[in-house]
């Protein structure tokens, strides 16, 4: 296959999966949450139309003609998928495939159901990718290496992928710019980047930015219209949980009946709870930001007016070019020799 025929098969696979039948989605959703307690079907939903925004054809051939289109050698490329959220993995499998190297798959055990689904869909599509697509328990052949996990396990990584060429990504959140100016409209964005898929991606906001004296109530209220995430039988355990915690331990927060907020130095919270920091200027605020720069993955704010930051609800929908731990995957395979 050429470049221009796997960007087909890629831009195909888009509009297959804009145009995915309801019953077939449900069905899918099913199986996944089988498997997935937190893949249900609103996140697997979310998730399948994150693909299809990915692959939009004009976006996605501005992006592939940025690099060169065949490799200068065919590579396997093991890559250690995460699990958090659903098809998270996707986008690794489209840069190593559009680059024309092998992928070598290691899915992760939580969301097994959905990947191997998408490489079926792709190759049903493009049967030529069968011969590019491994899907193996170990990565022992390979020659370069994409992993994605945990600090703990980034240091795992590092390891035994140290000697080869390797991109190795940690955790990362993501943080949200309030000022107080803005209004019920603009804050009921926020709560797709806090509440999609529950708060387990790295796109999730964990942690709120406000001026000193910030009144929560008008994000409390704003926020409302989320609530349904309770229904979610192990978001409410954790909500229960997390409450319980800080009414034992005494420990001031906001409590608008479905999530928590409280003040707290740490970057990344508990699932149901979003942490804030105070703020005292807009110099203290970009030390802050950028005390935390490395292990953030983006930032929000109403309108993305903060320099830098991207309009509140847009963190869950991110372009094509937009890479994990904002490191361009596709450069680093076109640099491998």
Same mark, same amino acid.
């Given at each position: 296959?050429?470049?221009?025929?796997?960007?087909?098969?890629?831009?195909?696979?888009?509009?297959?999966?804009?145009?995915?039948?309801?019953?077939?989605?449900?069905? %899918?959703?099913? *199986?996944? #949450?089988?498997?997935? $307690?937190?893949?249900?079907?609103?996140?697997?939903? !979310?998730?399948? @139309?994150?693909?299809?925004?990915?692959?939009?054809?004009?976006?996605?051939?501005?992006?592939?003609?940025?690099?060169?289109?065949?490799?200068?050698?065919?590579?396997?490329?093991?890559?250690?998928?995460?699990?958090?959220?659903?098809?998270?993995?996707?986008?690794?499998?489209?840069?190593?495939?559009?680059?024309?190297?092998?992928?070598?798959?290691?899915?992760?055990?939580?969301?097994?159901?959905?990947?191997?689904?998408?490489?079926?869909?792709?190759?049903?599509?493009?049967?030529?990718?069968?011969?590019?697509?491994?899907?193996?328990?170990?990565?022992?052949?390979?020659?370069?290496?994409?992993?994605?996990?945990?600090?703990?396990?980034?240091?795992?990584?590092?390891?035994?992928?140290?000697?080869?060429?390797? %991109?190795?990504? *940690?955790? #990362?959140?993501?943080? $949200?710019?309030?000022?107080?100016?803005?209004?019920? !409209?603009?804050? @009921?964005?926020?709560?797709?980047?806090?509440?999609?898929?529950?708060?387990?991606?790295?796109?999730?906001?964990?942690?709120?930015?406000?001026?000193?004296?910030?009144?929560?109530?008008?994000?409390?209220?704003?926020?409302?219209?989320?609530?349904?995430?309770?229904?979610?039988?192990k978001y409410n355990n954790n909500?229960?949980?997390?409450?319980?915690?800080?009414?034992?331990?005494?420990?001031?927060?906001?409590?608008?009946?479905?999530?928590?907020?409280?003040?707290?130095?740490?970057?990344?919270?508990?699932?149901?709870?979003?942490?804030?920091?105070?703020?005292?200027?807009?110099?203290?605020?970009?030390?802050?930001?950028?005390?935390?720069?490395?292990?953030?993955?983006?930032?929000?704010?109403?309108?993305?007016?903060?320099?830098?930051?991207?309009?509140?609800?847009? $963190?869950?929908?991110?372009?094509?070019?937009?890479? !994990?731990?904002r490191v361009d995957t596709m450069?680093?395979?076109?640099?491998?020799?």
């Amino acid at each position: 296959m050429n470049h221009a025929e796997r960007l087909a098969a890629f831009i195909a696979l888009g509009q297959r999966l804009a145009t995915l039948p309801a019953d077939e989605l449900t069905t %899918l959703a099913a *199986r996944a #949450r089988n498997q997935n $307690a937190w893949f249900d079907e609103p996140s697997v939903t !979310a998730a399948v @139309a994150g693909i299809a925004h990915l692959l939009a054809e004009e976006p996605l051939r501005r992006w592939a003609a940025r690099y060169p289109p065949e490799p200068t050698t065919v590579h396997r490329i093991g890559v250690v998928m995460a699990g958090n959220i659903p098809l998270v993995g996707f986008h690794d499998m489209l840069c190593v495939l559009l680059s024309g190297h092998v992928l070598q798959a290691k899915l992760s055990a939580s969301d097994t159901v959905l990947m191997t689904w998408a490489i079926e869909g792709l190759t049903r599509l493009e049967p030529r990718f069968a011969d590019f697509i491994q899907v193996l328990p170990r990565l022992n052949e390979a020659e370069a290496f994409v992993a994605t996990g945990s600090d703990n396990t980034a240091r795992y990584f590092e390891f035994y992928f140290g000697k080869k060429p390797h %991109l190795i990504r *940690r955790n #990362r959140t993501s943080v $949200a710019v309030l000022t107080g100016q803005e209004t019920s !409209a603009e804050l @009921a964005l926020l709560g797709p980047d806090i509440f999609q898929y529950y708060g387990l991606g790295c796109r999730n906001v964990s942690k709120l930015f406000v001026p000193e004296g910030y009144d929560f109530v008008p994000l409390l209220d704003a926020l409302q219209v989320c609530e349904g995430v309770l229904n979610h039988h192990k978001y409410n355990n954790n909500y229960d949980y997390n409450k319980s915690i800080l009414l034992v331990n005494r420990v001031p927060h906001f409590d608008n009946g479905f999530f928590l907020i409280t003040r707290d130095p740490k970057l990344v919270s508990p699932i149901s709870m979003v942490y804030y920091a105070e703020y005292t200027s807009e110099i203290d605020l970009v030390d802050q930001l950028t005390d935390v720069a490395a292990q953030t993955q983006c930032v929000v704010s109403a309108g993305g007016r903060f320099a830098g930051s991207m309009p509140f609800g847009q $963190a869950q929908s991110p372009g094509v070019a937009e890479y !994990a731990d904002r490191v361009d995957t596709m450069e680093f395979l076109a640099q491998l020799p």
